[in-house]
């Protein structure tokens, strides 16, 4: 089982959203998980992970599953210096060991050990980073994932379902 998580904030409450799948080439989800964490945190720069990680370990503990494969709309990895990825913070915050893939869609000057790919005919890159596998792994597996653009659809999901429910 994998999962892609994604988190919507709306003033001081945030929506987290889990979209359950199987196989990277999976069209649909096998379960959707929706849940609203209260008192959010505020954004801080370079603590991102204070802000976002709560939310997906409250989806995470509405889920029956250990999955194989998480995948955050963040980094994994900063530079040396820097601090701790999102997705390493919630690797380490686990009881379990998946791997954990980090899919952005933005640069981040203290990112570190990601690779840049294109998905469909985008000239805007995503920006794929992972703990619990190779980086090649991921990126091949992000490059596989359904949908003809550059979000992969259950990526596209799981922020249209943090967001709107839908």
Same mark, same amino acid.
């Given at each position: 089982m994998?999962?892609?998580l994604?988190?919507?904030?709306?003033?001081?409450?945030?929506?987290?959203a889990?979209?359950?799948?199987?196989r990277?080439?999976?069209?649909? /989800?096998s379960?959707l998980?929706?849940?609203?964490?209260?008192? $959010?945190l *505020? @954004?801080?720069a370079?603590?991102f992970?204070?802000?976002?990680?709560?939310?997906?370990?409250?989806?995470?503990?509405l889920?029956?599953?250990?999955?194989e494969?998480i995948i955050?709309?963040?980094?994994?990895?900063?530079k040396?210096? /820097?601090?701790?990825?999102?997705g390493?913070?919630?690797?380490? $915050?686990l *009881? @379990?060991?998946?791997?954990v893939?980090?899919?952005?869609?933005?640069?981040?000057?203290?990112a570190?050990r990601?690779?840049?790919?294109?998905?469909?005919r985008?000239?805007?890159p995503?920006?794929?980073?992972?703990?619990?596998?190779?980086v090649?792994h991921?990126?091949?597996?992000?490059l596989?994932?359904?949908? *003809? @653009?550059?979000?992969p659809?259950?990526?596209k999901?799981?922020?249209?379902?943090?967001?709107?429910?839908?």
């Amino acid at each position: 089982m994998k999962a892609a998580l994604d988190v919507h904030y709306e003033g001081d409450r945030a929506v987290a959203a889990c979209v359950v799948f199987d196989r990277w080439q999976d069209s649909e /989800a096998s379960d959707l998980i929706r849940t609203i964490v209260h008192g $959010s945190l *505020p @954004y801080r720069a370079g603590r991102f992970y204070e802000r976002e990680l709560p939310c997906l370990m409250s989806v995470l503990h509405l889920t029956n599953h250990e999955f194989e494969v998480i995948i955050i709309d963040g980094y994994v990895h900063l530079k040396p210096g /820097a601090g701790k990825g999102l997705g390493l913070h919630l690797c380490e $915050s686990l *009881p @379990y060991s998946p791997a954990v893939i980090g899919v952005a869609k933005s640069p981040l000057r203290v990112a570190d050990r990601f690779v840049a790919i294109h998905r469909g005919r985008s000239r805007k890159p995503l920006y794929v980073s992972a703990i619990g596998c190779t980086v090649d792994h991921a990126t091949r597996s992000i490059l596989g994932m359904h949908g *003809p @653009y550059r979000i992969p659809a259950l990526l596209k999901l799981a922020d249209r379902h943090a967001r709107t429910g839908a």
